[in-house]
């Protein structure tokens, strides 16, 4: 094991994270598990709390992302215990009887929570909701789930012609719609088919592109009619709907395991096994593109847990390829780009990401964000406005970075600042607790010194 990583703690509240690796360089190598599916264990807190009776949840995240979930709806009546990742119970008040709260709800830095929530409060009818969020959150764009629940009838307030948080929601009841959404977006999907639970008659989504199915999947494990036309990229939900509390069991979040499948395909003698991880055909854009760039990954003991595929991945070492990275795979991968970033500088060739603008309004500019920090490691970088082109081969030397508060941006950078030449610091490296809270723990305990 090899001590390179020390966190320090400065006078403005900001970890700076400083990555030393060894000058004979290090391995990666073990078997790890990563923290519980973030984008499953939303929805299992939100169907839960809709849901009538109890649903308890194994494998929860318990970042900061889901937390901003269970406070947002302890406000609004519903019980849900200390999340932790053996057990937590959600007591569901049911469709519905969600309480008119008393204060704002905040979302953190949280899309997901926000954007899915807004569907279920504008279907509320009678009461009177305010939602809001970090100083991150507030400049993200919300018009893309607003303008889908206005055209259901929805009463909604916000900056700059209802597109910004703050937002205020008059629940009442809506009409069901079919929206053709310009984006790939499971935010948007999921919001709508949420507004359509209560909402009397088929509300459909229609995507250009499929988007991760888990809202799909959950919402029939917990009662909902929910029907998939994969032909032409639509889901319709039959309204109004009744939930039942269930036994949800959340699988390893495939994002986070990225890391870990770019680590050990990058340097040389590295071998990782990482266990329990969701394999979601909707979400495994990220092997795909890996699979495209000759890594040497394999899924190991497939089964399904609780609706949701699940496998063991064992990745080795492999000489990467340069591929292009675009059209309907974007969707399956899109948290992935930034660590793809990474697995390109040490490609041969150059690799093109492209169809990607999505990921200028994150919880960082992404695309900006990764093409400057990895030039300031020495790699060949061309940011392009839906993507950039990577050159690789230039070796990664120690440097000044910033996170930008962005989670995948800090442990993306971890990553090449572990295989970088000498000493880099990470500033807002804390980012990386919004959904991986002992990432770097990992690191330190995968990393073997050759």
């Known amino acids: ?38 984008s499953i264990s939303h929805r299992a807190l939100m169907l839960g709390a809709l849901a ?77 909701f305010a939602v809001t969020g970090d100083d991150s959150l507030r400049s993200r764009p919300m018009s893309r789930v607003v303008k889908p629940l206005q055209q259901m009838g929805a009463q909604i307030w916000g900056r700059k012609d209802n597109s910004l948080a703050p937002l205020a929601i008059q629940g009442q009841t809506l009409k069901p719609s079919h929206y053709q959404s310009p984006i790939a977006s499971a935010q948007v999907k999921s919001c709508v088919l949420l507004a359509g639970l209560m909402t009397p008659g088929k509300t459909t989504v229609t995507e250009p592109h499929l988007s991760r199915d888990h809202s799909e999947r959950m919402l029939r494990a917990f009662g909902a009619q929910v029907d998939v036309d994969a032909a032409t990229c639509s889901v319709t939900v039959t309204g109004p709907a009744t939930l039942t509390g269930q036994k949800v069991v959340v699988p390893g979040d495939i994002s986070s395991a990225a890391f870990w499948l770019v680590a050990a395909s990058i340097v040389p003698g590295s071998e990782l096994v990482i266990e329990n991880v969701g394999v979601n055909p909707t979400r495994v854009g990220i092997l795909e593109a890996l699979e495209m760039m000759n890594a040497d990954i394999e899924r190991l003991n497939e089964r399904e847990v609780a609706g949701e595929p699940v496998a063991d991945l064992k990745v080795r070492y492999a000489q990467l390829k340069a591929c292009e990275i675009g059209g309907d795979i974007i969707p399956r991968l899109i948290d992935e780009v930034p660590i793809l970033a990474v697995a390109a500088a040490f490609a041969e060739g150059t690799t093109v990401i492209k169809d990607a603008a999505e990921l200028r309004v994150k919880e960082s500019d992404r695309l900006a964000v990764m093409a400057k920090q990895l030039t300031d490691m020495g790699a060949k970088v061309i940011e392009h406005p839906d993507g950039m082109e990577i ?32 000493t880099t610091t990470i500033a807002r490296a804390e980012a990386a607790s919004i959904s991986y809270p002992n990432f770097f723990e990992t690191l330190e305990e995968v990393c073997q010194t050759k």
């Open 1 to 38: 094991m090899v001590n390179a990583l020390v966190l320090l703690e400065n006078t403005e509240d900001q970890t700076v994270l400083h990555i030393n690796p060894p000058e004979n360089g290090l391995t990666f190598q073990g078997k790890i598990r990563v923290p519980g599916d973030k």
């Open 52 to 128: 009538s009776g109890t649903t308890e949840i194994e494998g929860l995240l318990v970042g900061e992302d889901p937390q901003s979930t269970a406070a947002c709806f302890r406000k609004m009546g519903v019980k849900i215990s200390d999340l932790n990742p053996e057990h937590v119970v959600v007591e569901g008040v049911g469709l519905g009887n969600l309480q008119e709260p008393t204060s704002v709800l905040d979302a953190g830095n949280s899309g997901t929570t926000l954007r899915l929530m807004l569907g279920i409060l504008a279907s509320h009818g009678d009461r009177f």
């Open 391 to 422: 050159t690789g081969g230039s070796p990664l030397n120690g440097a000044k970075l910033d996170s930008y508060t962005d989670h995948r941006i800090a442990m993306s950078l971890a990553i090449a600042a572990a295989v970088a030449k000498g």
